[in-house]
């Protein structure tokens, strides 16, 4: 079985200021994480993934994150955010058995 | 490429009432995934459908149960409606890779998410 928890429920950053959203993964086989973004009634936006390949992974939109086995860790990362970056932030893991499952979510809030 | 689509994209049912939400993949996907996100919460995995058959099924009561034609698309079918069955349904599609592959690194299980169907019980 595999899980994930995200340590932030909210962040709050000011627009051009870094953003980091947090990650921990749990998986008894080498998993498979992704990060997806939700816009207030859209739908779910895949920014990167990880699948076993070179450990820092470059998303979207000048975000990245960075796969780190012995923390498990999968921490989210965007050097200057900006207005638009305002959302839901899911990480997620996908074992040998193909779902997805998705952390509890990390709502950011930028401020002008 | 017209990505994943859902249909309807709201509804509102009452109680006890039986409700069909309807899922196409993306071109060239054959596997659809189910997911179930209630309000300030993350999706929930709910089934996976793969040649027209359930391969996988997270922690829902057999009152939810779907179906996959030829052609990938898909339904899913929630009977006796309750009040907590009000969420936002999401529809996700992907590419099947075997188990071969997966273990050689080659994996590809990236799922394409539909825009949802908000689904109000009343």
């Known amino acids: 079985a595999q899980s994930v928890t995200q340590l932030d429920s909210h962040v709050s950053v000011s627009e051009g200021t870094p953003v980091l959203l947090r990650c921990n993964y749990s998986s008894s086989y080498s998993p498979s994480l992704f990060w997806y973004v939700q816009h207030p009634n859209k739908g779910l936006q895949l920014l990167l993934k990880?699948?076993?390949?070179?450990?820092l992974v470059k998303g979207i939109n000048g975000f990245e994150a960075e796969f780190k086995k012995s923390e498990t860790s999968f921490h989210l990362t965007k050097p200057s955010a900006h207005m638009s970056d305002a959302a839901e932030y899911f990480c997620?893991?996908?074992?040998?058995?193909?779902?997805?499952?998705f952390g509890a979510g990390t709502t950011v809030t930028v401020r002008a | 490429d017209a990505g994943v689509t859902q249909s309807p994209t709201h509804l509102i049912k009452t109680r006890g009432q039986q409700v069909t939400l309807r899922c196409s993949p993306k071109?060239?996907?054959?596997?659809v995934s189910w997911y179930q996100q209630a309000l300030g919460q993350g999706p929930q995995f709910i089934f996976q459908y793969y040649e027209e058959e359930e391969r996988q099924r997270g922690n829902f009561p057999d009152r939810f149960s779907g179906h996959q034609f030829p052609n990938y698309s898909s339904e899913l079918n929630v009977n006796a409606l309750l009040l907590g069955d009000s969420a936002l349904y999401l529809c996700?599609?992907?590419?099947?890779?075997?188990?071969?592959?997966?273990?050689?690194?080659?994996?590809?299980?990236?799922?394409?998410f539909g825009p949802g169907t908000r689904l109000t019980v009343l």
């Open positions: 996700a599609s992907s590419f099947f890779v075997s188990n071969i592959a997966k273990w050689e690194g080659a994996r590809t299980d990236e799922q394409f």
């Open positions: 997620v893991v996908s074992g040998h058995d193909y779902k997805l499952s």
């Open positions: 990880y699948t076993s390949a070179a450990t």
């Open positions: 071109s060239g996907h054959d596997t």
